[in-house]
C-alpha cells in the first residue's frame, strides 16, 4: 500500500521497507529518539526494536530518498498499533511526520479497521501535544516497567 502525498512541493511516496532499507530503518529510528535517552533515563523501546524480523515480517513503511521517515505498525483483529514513528531530525517539520499519521489511518482503513492505538512516554510531551491534534485521545496512564506511558486511541470514521 502506498500513499503519495503532495507536501512542501515534493510528492513523497510511504512504501513496505526492504530489507536493504534496514540499515536506514535503524538510523532514523536511532536519530529520531536518541536525545530521549536523557530525558527518560532509559533507551526508547524503539531503538531496541528487532528492525529487521519488524521489516522482514511487514511491519515497517519508510518515506523520503533517502529514508527519512518510518513507522512501524501491527494490525490486531480490533485496531492497528502505531508501534512506532520516527522522523529524521533534518527533516522534521516540513510534514513527514503528518504523512506517516496519514498513512496509518489510510492503512487501518485498507484493513478494515476502526482504531489505531499507540502509546508514547510520558516524559516525551513533545508527543502530547502532537497526537491530540490528530484525533487522538488518552485512554489511561500506565507504567510498564522503567516506562510511564500515556497510550492513545484515535477512532476512525
Do not use: C
Not at 18 to 26: E, K, S
Not at 32 to 47: E, L
Not at 67 to 92: K, R, T, W
Request: charge should be neutral; hydrophobic fraction near 45%; charged fraction near 25%.
Amino acid at each position: 500500500m502506498t500513499d503519495a502525498t503532495e507536501d512542501a512541493g515534493t510528492t513523497e511516496e510511504v512504501r513496505r521497507a526492504l530489507a536493504t532499507d534496514v540499515p536506514a530503518v535503524r538510523a532514523v529510528t536511532d536519530a529520531a529518539y536518541h536525545h530521549y535517552i536523557a530525558r527518560i533515563g532509559v533507551v526508547p523501546k524503539p531503538m531496541e526494536a528487532d528492525h529487521a524480523g519488524d521489516v522482514a515480517a511487514g511491519r515497517v513503511f519508510v518515506t523520503g530518498q533517502p529514508v527519512n521517515g518510518i513507522v512501524v505498525v501491527a494490525a490486531f483483529e480490533d485496531h492497528l498499533f502505531l508501534d512506532s514513528i520516527a522522523v529524521h531530525p533534518d527533516v522534521q517539520g516540513r510534514g513527514v511526520g503528518r504523512r506517516l499519521l496519514a498513512f496509518v489511518d489510510a492503512r487501518a482503513r485498507a484493513l478494515g479497521l476502526t482504531e489505531v492505538r499507540l502509546y508514547t512516554n510520558a516524559l516525551m510531551w513533545e508527543n502530547r501535544t502532537i497526537y491530540p491534534r490528530y484525533g487522538y485521545e488518552v485512554v489511561e496512564r500506565r507504567v510498564d516497567g522503567p516506562y510511564d506511558r500515556f497510550h492513545y486511541r484515535k477512532r476512525l470514521a
